[in-house]
Each structure stands twice: as structure tokens, then as C-alpha cells.
């Protein structure tokens, strides 16, 4: 299949997903905004084991995740809250808050982990679906490819 066709249903997987994830967890329905974020950081995040091997450890592809999504939401949250003055998300009274209160340090720990899920739902998609590798993961040690 097409890499665009292909990237632009993850794409849409992603922004559904997380769109339902917000909209569930705040009470009412995200702001669209949302949607695009979670698109582009789900297709970023599910493609890691793309560029760099398999081997890599599980945790450590969870951090890569986590850093995609903490940049993209800094940058949205300035176009979005600042610029825009959209007040999609406030963070001004969170813990650990910085990037100019876009980010905070539990919304962090929850990049990691919805990193971690959203690898897992790429690779078994892309195995699935597009018939691609099959996924393996290690947890914590890089093993040299057999």
C-alpha cells in the first residue's frame, strides 16, 4: 500500500482515538485541534521502530514517545492557547508546568504511557493490515539482532 495512504489512516486512527481518550476524560467533546496533535504525534510515535531498530528497548521508544508528544504539545499549546488565545488546555496551576505552562510533568508520565500504547497499536496495525514485520519488542536490555 501507498506510505501516504497508509500514514494518513494511522494519521486519522490516532486523532479518532485520542479524540475519544479527551473526550471521555474532560466530560465533553475536544477541541478539534486535538485531533491534528494527536494524528501527527501518533504517526511520529508509531513510526520509531521504522527508523531505528526493533532491538530498541520498549521503555526507551516509550521516552522517544514521550519527548514527540511533550515538543508537539508545547508548540500546539503556543499556536492554540498563546497566540491564538484558544485556551484549549491551562496548565498555569499544574505541577512541574513549563514551555510556557503548555506542559507539566504528570501530563509527562502520561505521554509515556499512551506512547507505549500507541506503539503497540501501530506496530500490530501495520502487521495486520499493511502486512509489515511482525512486532517483537524487548523491555529493557538492546539485544543485537540475530
Request: aromatic share 20%; proline share 2%; with cysteine.
Amino acid at each position: 500500500m501507498n506510505k501516504v495512504l497508509k500514514n494518513c489512516c494511522l494519521f486519522i486512527i490516532f486523532g479518532v482515538i485520542y479524540g475519544l481518550i479527551e473526550t471521555i476524560w474532560k466530560g465533553h467533546l475536544t477541541h478539534w485541534s486535538m485531533f491534528i496533535l494527536a494524528g501527527i504525534a501518533g504517526t511520529l510515535i508509531g513510526s520509531i521502530n521504522e527508523y531505528i531498530s526493533w532491538e530498541m528497548p520498549f521503555f526507551l521508544q516509550c521516552s522517544i514517545g514521550m519527548i514527540i508528544s511533550t515538543i508537539l504539545e508545547g508548540l500546539t499549546g503556543l499556536i492554540v492557547n498563546v497566540w491564538f488565545n484558544l485556551y484549549v488546555w491551562d496548565y498555569s496551576n499544574s505541577f512541574g508546568r513549563f514551555f510556557y505552562n503548555q506542559c507539566c510533568l504528570p501530563f509527562c508520565a502520561a505521554w509515556f504511557i499512551l506512547s507505549g500504547l500507541c506503539i503497540l497499536l501501530d506496530d500490530y496495525i501495520r502487521w495486520k493490515f499493511f502486512n509489515e514485520e511482525e512486532p517483537h519488542y524487548n523491555l529493557l536490555v538492546w539485544k543485537k539482532k540475530k
